[in-house]
């Protein structure tokens, strides 16, 4: 027979609940495919495309416009010859006012000791050593019919050069420098100084003061003139 104690330690272990063990999880669900006809369409990826060039836009100058504009109505010669001028040495004889072309003019110079010359007319002074040039100086007055006239304080020797001619003109006074436009001269033909010399006169300029004779230098640089 088995021991009363043994049966009933067998009895204890019968009795007692076995452990309660965890349920395995269900299987995943698998998607059933989709078909490829639901798949909305991705739209396609954008690129960049560069925008055309756009050429610069012509835009006229003022100087080719206004040159155009003056060529139609025909006013750019008028203009042209308007906008011309020159420099002129204003001075004068006595009480006359004359001016040279300041491009022939070398130097205005004070009154310097002249050695005198013979046989020249009455008009020719002499000649002066101008930095070890021999000059020739000519009374301007006298030459254009004046009367001779004193050395003052503002006399003044005006040195002509041209070519490799030198001339000195000796006259009562040097007052400025002017600009005068082909407009402001007046041709000579008429008037009484240009009958008298008209070889030696380019003009008559008006402006706000006495008429101013313009002298033409070249002409009193040529040997001719300058002994005259």
């Known amino acids: 027979m088995i021991p009363a104690a043994v049966l009933d330690d067998y009895l204890d272990e019968l009795l007692v609940p076995a452990p309660a063990v965890a349920a395995a999880p269900p299987p995943a669900a698998v998607p059933a495919p989709v078909a490829a006809a639901s798949i909305p369409a991705l739209p396609p990826r954008l ?43 204003r001075l004068r004889c006595a009480g006359q006012a004359y001016g040279l072309e300041l491009l022939k003019v070398q130097e205005v110079v004070l009154p310097t000791p002249l050695l005198p010359l013979r046989g020249t ?8 050593n101008l930095r070890g040039q021999v000059v020739p100086v000519m009374d301007l007055g006298v030459h254009l019919g004046q009367a001779a006239q004193p050395g003052t304080a503002a006399t003044r020797i005006v040195v002509l050069e041209e070519k490799g001619e030198t001339l000195g003109l000796r006259v009562s006074a040097v007052e400025d420098v002017v600009n005068l436009t082909d407009q402001q001269v007046e041709a000579p033909d008429n008037t009484r100084a240009g009958r ?27 040997p001719a003139g300058a002994t005259a």
């Open 47 to 89: 690129v960049p495309v560069a925008a055309p060039a756009v050429p610069p836009r012509a835009v006229p100058g003022p100087v080719a416009g206004s040159v155009a504009a003056a060529a139609d109505d025909g006013a750019l010669p008028h203009r042209r010859a308007a906008d011309r001028s020159s420099r002129w040495l």
């Open 121 to 128: 007319p009455p008009a020719m002074l002499g000649v002066m």
């Open 196 to 222: 008298i010399h008209s070889d030696l006169f380019r003009g008559i300029a008006r402006q706000s003061g006495d008429p101013v004779v313009l002298l033409d230098a070249s002409r009193l640089l040529a």
